[in-house]
């Protein structure tokens, strides 16, 4: 059965705050992460960030929704944890180090399980497509916000 884990990295012309600015903002993934359809909010924490939301990916085969919890530690990163949704497991993080000068070091994890049935559809190269869209592009395409300014 496919699963999509993985893990992907990038130096981004940017400082670490820009760049956890960049990815702590859920409310905005949209705007820069490809297949990202919708993001529904669901709760917020007291400082107004995202603490739950539906997050509706468009992905080769069909559309996929998964129930995210986030948990922050600023300038550090953020992580998720799936709650519920189409997907048996979807975790998964963002790391930033400083790579000195003003650049960061961004490091992008994900560890997906579509369970039994839509598992059976992720084989072979549409698993390695996935795969591409969820864990491989992400440091770029976050490299590319937080570059843009």
Do not use: H
């Not at 709650?83 to 961004?106: I, Q």
Request: hydrophobic residues 35%.
């Amino acid at each position: 059965m496919g699963k999509i884990e993985g893990t992907a990295a990038a130096e981004v012309n940017a400082p670490v705050e820009r760049c956890y600015e960049v990815a702590a903002d859920v409310d905005r993934w949209g705007e820069w992460q490809r297949g990202v359809q919708r993001i529904e909010v669901l709760d917020r924490d007291g400082e107004g960030r995202v603490a739950r939301a539906r997050i509706i990916n468009q992905t080769k085969v069909r559309e996929i929704t998964t129930e995210l919890r986030f948990s922050y530690q600023p300038t550090r990163g953020l992580s998720w944890t799936q709650t519920g949704g189409d997907l048996k497991r979807f975790d998964g993080s963002w790391a930033f180090e400083s790579a000195g000068d003003g650049r960061t070091r961004v490091s992008f994890a994900l560890q997906g399980d579509p369970g039994r049935m839509l598992g059976m559809l992720l084989r072979g190269p549409v698993e390695e497509k996935l795969r591409e869209l969820l864990v491989d592009n992400r440091p770029g395409e976050l490299k590319a916000r937080a570059e843009a300014g």
